[in-house]
């Protein structure tokens, strides 16, 4: 059986605003994390895992309209 080795590299966080400047087509893909307020565990709740890999951070990210969340639930 092949095994796969996959290399991470985290940066961040990132505000939403900020998110919105990773659009460069050669580099800004890969594996994301959102966190927020949740209703019953609280703040700084993982809310979302994704992944970019077709289009990059900030298109992906605005589909998903986390600004609306932001002003009804709290800080995304």
Known sequence: MDKAIIHLQWHGP?????????????????????????????????LYIGKASDQTFATRIKQHEWDVWQVNEGQV
């Open 14 to 46: 990132f505000t939403l605003i900020q998110l919105e400047k990773l659009s460069d087509e050669e580099k800004d893909y890969g594996i994301y994390q959102i966190y927020g307020s949740n209703p019953i565990y609280g703040t700084s709740t993982l």
